[in-house]
Nanobody, 124 residues
Framework: QVQLVESGGGLVQAGDSLRLSCAAS????????MGWFRQAPGKELEFVAVINSRANTYYADSVKGRFSISRDNAKNTVYLQMNSLKPEDTTVYYC??????????????????WGKGTLVTVSS
């Protein structure tokens, strides 16, 4: 059974940093394509960043230059380092996994497994 568990969310001020973690189990982590999405109330899931099995990374334009995705295959964990946070980054962030590479900007429907999310709140 695949499980993805996010952690690291919280309340910060604009300009601060946060690092989200997603611990994966029940899958061959090193071969999986891992991503982060976010969803504001009343809106669809939005792609944030992905990293493939070769550690190539891709980002949404809205976070490029501020966010960084990485993975530690020894720990079965993917990270999202978020710097220079803005109030508009406030929302729930979800970790997602897919068995194989599909795109540099996947749709939410492309992903196979999901975590339950972690809330990030950025105050102005």
């Amino acid at each position: 059974q695949v499980q993805l568990v996010e952690s690291g969310g919280g309340l910060v001020q604009a300009g601060d940093s946060l690092r989200l973690s997603c611990a994966a189990s029940g899958l061959t982590f090193s071969s999986y394509y891992m991503g982060w999405f976010r969803q504001a109330p009343g809106k669809e899931l939005e792609f944030v960043a992905v990293i493939n099995s070769r550690a190539n990374t891709y980002y949404a334009d809205s976070v490029k230059g501020r966010f960084s995705i990485s993975r530690d295959n020894a720990k079965n964990t993917v990270y999202l380092q978020m710097n220079s946070l803005k109030p508009e980054d406030t929302t729930v962030y979800y970790c997602a996994a897919r068995r194989s590479y599909i795109s540099t900007s996947p749709r939410a429907s492309d992903m196979d497994y999901w975590g339950k999310g972690t809330l990030v709140t950025v105050s102005s």
